[in-house]
């Protein structure tokens, strides 16, 4: 296990050329996946569509067709299976204030010339004559780390991310990060949804976030995160670094939906392989934050919590003023539906 965690050290290393040292602006280090990994987020897992073998204590709802046996024909060969469905924890992302900054990478900095001097802010406003607000701005990195394909922790390898360890998105590189106008370009049926009507929604979406998982109809809020688009670093409702860190979160993986570079593993659809998902379903992910403080006291028996859901009870200790506590850190943990065990039939 130890040369495989090392081993995803060094591509990780490999695909970032040109990294400098840590410097102060830019600290951290590589998650523990032992000790820093709630892997009880990866139940309930269920087989024949609906039977649950292991629940952990975990959330789920309920995406997988109900028959006990799936079918599915890849390269022209028939295939029969068994309907199979859990939570993978596949990807990762930092939010940080440092444009070029990979705290999870041991703090390693890139020297970038575009962007250089986007980093992070807060900052207070005036929203009348007796109300005032906070905005803030967040650089992202997105990383893909298959750590259950590789420690083997489902017994079907086709159910799992096979990808190697990379950091397929970076913030600082994207000119639609700081620019709202230009993000509108990539989701323009987000452009309706900034009406009060349409914001107060927020508020339905927390509560159903808050009490299970959030609703997929209202696919313009984050829940208590806040407002979905626009898809860029800035968050005009601003609470605390680990609303504005989830947030952040979300909005990258639906940005690589809308532009068709992240696809969906759950539903129907997805017992085959992954298929295309524009509009992101918000309820197939689930987040773990993993610094500055790793989440893995258990609240109600759950260390991960669906996108939208309030941060009240899971932030404690991580809102001092930056830059003491400037950068955060999450496993994604991905619903996955698939045919497992599939063989030629005869």
């Not at 939570?87 to 939010?95: A, L, N, Q, R, S």
Request: hydrophobic share 40%.
């Amino acid at each position: 296990m130890k040369r495989r965690l090392a081993a995803w050290l060094l591509a990780a290393c490999a695909v970032l050329p040109g990294i400098s040292r840590a410097d102060d602006l830019c600290t951290g280090k590589f998650p523990n996946l032992i000790t820093e990994v709630c892997w009880s987020c990866i139940f309930p897992m269920k087989m024949f569509g609906s039977v649950t073998l292991m629940s952990g204590g975990q959330e789920d709802y309920q995406s997988a067709p109900s028959q006990a046996i799936c079918a599915c024909t890849n390269g022209g060969v028939p295939k029969v299976g068994v309907p199979t469905s859990f939570w993978e924890m596949d990807m990762m992302t930092d939010v940080t204030s440092t444009p070029g900054c990979f705290p999870m990478l041991g703090g390693a900095r890139v020297n970038i010339g575009v962007n250089s001097d986007a980093f992070g802010t807060d900052q207070k406003y005036r929203r009348g004559a007796s109300a005032s607000g906070k905005s803030s701005f967040r650089q992202v990195n997105l990383y893909l780390n298959p750590a259950m394909y590789v420690l083997g922790a489902v017994l079907d390898d086709q159910c799992l991310d096979n990808r190697g360890m990379d950091v397929p998105w970076v913030s600082f590189a994207d000119p639609t990060h700081n620019d709202d106008e230009l993000a509108g370009i990539l989701t323009p049926y987000a452009f309706p949804f900034g009406s009060l009507l349409a914001i107060g929604a927020n508020t339905a979406d927390a509560v159903a976030a808050t009490a299970g998982f959030p609703i997929q109809e209202i696919f313009w809020a984050a829940g208590a995160y806040g407002h979905m688009y626009p898809l860029t670093g800035t968050n005009n409702s601003h609470v605390s670094n680990e609303q504005s860190a989830r947030l952040q979160t979300a909005r990258i993986l639906a940005k690589l939906h809308a532009a068709g570079t992240q696809w969906s593993a759950a539903g129907e659809h997805a017992m085959c392989g992954y298929y295309p998902q524009i509009i992101m379903d918000k309820r197939q992910y689930k987040f773990q934050r993993l610094a500055p403080i790793p989440q893995t006291k258990k609240i109600n028996g759950r260390c991960c919590d669906p996108i939208g859901r309030s941060t009240i009870l899971v932030e404690s200790g991580t809102q001092a003023p930056l830059p003491n506590l400037r950068d955060f850190s999450y496993a994604i943990f991905r619903k996955r539906d698939c045919c497992s065990g599939v063989t030629p039939s005869n």
